[in-house]
């Protein structure tokens, strides 16, 4: 019985710790995020050098399940779209802001180009950020899939250093 007992404690323990350690970011930790978002406002103007052709800003909000620690947080995009809604090729350069449960802030720049129906892909980097985020530095990948009008699920993959990590 007290065999059982001490098993169980110890378990939650190294359980709890196993938690408290993916938390901490190392240098250069490979990290892998899916989620989801809405977009939340787009306005465009038509270009008129040809049929389709416009300019955009768009918002969306996402969030977001890191894979390394298991920890859910939320973001905002806002980007600028070069794009012909008709033949859907353009380009997308855009900046985002993530919020972690604490209130900490990680800023971003990314960038892509649609690669397929309802399929775009680019890069992203960090920028700066605020708390345990300040001083970050890294980047990499993401891909989004349209699911529906104004809903999409994101991949996100790539490599993020902490300062005095």
């Known amino acids: 019985m007290f065999r059982s007992k001490l098993f169980t404690v110890l378990t ?15 240098a250069g930790e490979k990290i892998k995020l899916h989620g989801t978002g809405v977009g939340t406002k787009w306005q465009q103007m038509e270009v008129g050098d040809e049929e389709g052709h416009v300019i955009a800003i768009s918002e969306s909000k996402q969030v977001y399940f890191n894979e390394n620690t298991g920890q859910k947080f939320v973001s905002v995009s806002l980007s600028t779209f070069d794009l012909n809604l008709k033949t859907g090729q353009g380009s997308l350069k855009g900046y985002g802001v993530s919020t972690y ?35 970050v530095k890294g980047g990499g990948t993401w891909e989004s899939n349209s699911l529906a009008p104004q809903i999409s699920y994101y991949e996100v993959e790539g490599e993020m250093e902490l300062q005095g990590q």
């Open 12 to 26: 939650v323990v190294l359980f709890v710790l196993g938690i408290t350690m993916l938390d901490c970011a190392v």
């Open 101 to 135: 449960a604490n209130g900490d802030k990680s800023f971003r720049t990314q960038e892509g180009k649609p690669v397929g129906k309802g399929l775009w892909k680019g890069t992203w980097a960090f920028t700066k950020g605020t708390g345990k985020y300040e001083g």
